[in-house]
């Protein structure tokens, strides 16, 4: 029978009126894998020694269009280090369309013209849900999100703000015109990759649709007080394994930056818009994300 006793996992002090009492809120140590309701399901994926005692960071997969959250972190290769890097992970899966396709509200471009489902706050309430049923971390939650699933982390930068740490987003873009990237409260970091060979969501983007990756990079960069004149290059990486040598142009907007946020593109030279990566992307990516705290 499995272990249901919670244990209490962490306290924070309420002042009111000067009465300084302890709230403490009880995690299990054998939570459910399944959040979100009937309706719309997400599964979780957690350490083998998950332990209800240590607030942990959140990661959210948000698939490409078409796909589904186990298949798209499947292809990322996470479930790989949830165990070694002892985080709480989510796989939402988005709307299914009337061809039987999922996708996610990212933009009107990418994928939902007919603005039809709120998926801002749906994916709101899974963050939400899950801090009351893992011991999370707020100051480090994160989305990784691939083409329509990166249309939809950057929307959540900038309407869900004060929920996001940081997001990497894989062949995804962002709102044709910056107006509509509101209300951001925080400015939140990103990671945009992104290969020059991509079909499907162009490197340089499409005019009156979304921007290219070096302009969104540079959005949100701004966003952050960064000095988008004044790049950093970080030098070449190798993930993936079938182009030649180190393919990965790694560029950070880390110049007068607000304190604890900054903005990176990685560039895959000669990159579809989905490469066939090694471990390397998974293990890269997620020391970026959890290197930004709040």
């Known amino acids: 029978m499995k272990n249901l006793i919670p244990f209490l996992a962490f306290s924070m002090v309420l002042g009111c009126g000067g009465d300084n009492s302890t709230v403490t809120q009880a995690f299990s140590a054998d939570p459910p894998l399944v959040i979100g309701g009937d309706e719309r399901p997400a599964e979780v994926d957690i350490p083998k020694d998950y332990d209800p005692t240590v607030a942990h960071p959140l990661v959210m997969v948000l698939h490409g269009f078409g796909a589904d959250g186990?298949?798209?972190?499947?292809?990322?290769?996470?479930?790989?280090?949830?165990?070694?890097?002892?985080?709480?992970l989510v796989f939402p899966d988005g709307t299914l369309n009337d061809q039987g396709e999922r996708f996610w509200n990212g933009t009107p471009a990418c994928c939902d013209p007919t603005d039809s489902v709120d998926d801002v706050g749906y994916l709101s309430g899974l963050i939400e849900e899950a801090k009351q049923t893992y011991n999370i971390d707020p100051k480090r939650v994160y989305l990784i999100g691939h083409s329509n699933g990166g249309f939809m982390s950057f929307r959540m930068a900038c309407e869900a703000s004060e929920l996001i740490t940081a997001v990497v987003s894989l062949a995804g873009s962002t709102f044709d015109d910056p107006a509509d990237c509101a209300p951001a409260t925080v400015p939140v970091?990103?990671?945009a990759v992104h290969g020059t060979a991509d079909a499907t969501i162009?490197?340089?983007?499409?005019?009156n649709l979304y921007p290219g990756a070096v302009e969104t990079t540079e959005r949100f960069a701004a966003a952050a007080g960064c000095d988008v004149l004044l790049p950093i290059d970080e030098g070449p990486v190798d993930l993936v394994p079938g182009l030649e040598g180190a393919e990965t142009d790694k560029l950070a907007y880390a110049t007068d930056c607000d304190e604890g946020i900054d903005a990176a593109l990685w560039t895959i030279n000669d990159g579809s818009h989905t490469p066939f990566f090694s471990t390397e992307f998974a293990d890269m990516t997620t020391d970026w994300l959890f290197a930004h705290s709040r």
């Open 189 to 191: 970091s990103v990671l």
């Open 70 to 88: 186990r298949i798209e972190t499947g292809y990322m290769q996470l479930f790989n280090f949830v165990d070694e890097k002892q985080f709480v």
């Open 202 to 207: 162009p490197y340089d983007g499409r005019p």
